[in-house]
């Protein structure tokens, strides 16, 4: 599986793309702020064409370019119903489902936003990817995220998950389980 991420915009939020291999269809999970540049160089270094638009929750750092590239690459933005009123563009409802090939579970975390949601997937290589969005991140959680739905996300995934989140660097659902400080308690 190729996994592509880069920082964008003022908040540094973390835009994703996903696929199969390199020459292919993928995914572009959160299509904030600034992202045009950046995006168009890493479709284009891995040839690559968007299939799909996902957001993990309706915040303007993470779907703000999404109308322009809905718009240029003919593919509709999936955003959970609960945040559609946060995009003032248009959107389809976030269902689980295969996207670009990629089988995408769909885990709804509202706390972050009423919308915010986990995308969860497993690689054909074996790993397991989990990118929360605001929710999780590397030694933090988001603001207003529900403490409970987060510590059932750390006990429902394995240790080796990879955790890619929407701001700042990767981490695992193990490394979180042992030290994110603000989910004391959560051990398998």
């Known amino acids: 599986m190729l996994v592509v991420g880069f920082g964008s915009g003022p908040l540094q939020a973390n835009c994703y793309l996903l696929a199969e291999a390199a020459g292919g269809p993928c995914v572009v999970v959160d ?10 160089a890493a479709l284009a270094g891995h040839r690559l064409v968007p299939a799909a638009l996902v957001a993990t929750h309706g915040h303007a750092d993470h779907v703000s370019s999404a ?32 996207f670009a090939g990629l089988d995408i579970d769909v ?7 009423p919308g915010s949601v986990v995308l969860g997937l497993r690689t054909a290589e074996g ?25 059932d996300l750390l006990t429902s995934l394995p240790d080796d998950t990879v955790v890619l989140p929407g701001h700042g660097p990767a981490t695992t659902i193990g490394r979180e389980r042992a030290g994110n400080p603000f989910l004391a308690g959560t051990g398998a």
């Open 31 to 40: 299509p904030g702020q600034e992202v045009a540049g950046p995006l168009a």
């Open 67 to 98: 109308a322009e590239l809905s718009a240029e690459h003919g593919v509709p933005l999936h955003l959970h119903a609960a945040d559609a009123g946060l995009y003032d563009g248009d959107s389809v409802p976030l269902e689980p489902g295969t």
């Open 107 to 113: 885990r709804h975390v509202p706390g972050h936003t």
């Open 127 to 151: 790993g397991g990817l989990a990118l929360t969005g605001d929710t999780l991140f590397a030694g933090s959680v988001g603001r207003g995220a529900d403490a409970d739905v987060v510590r």
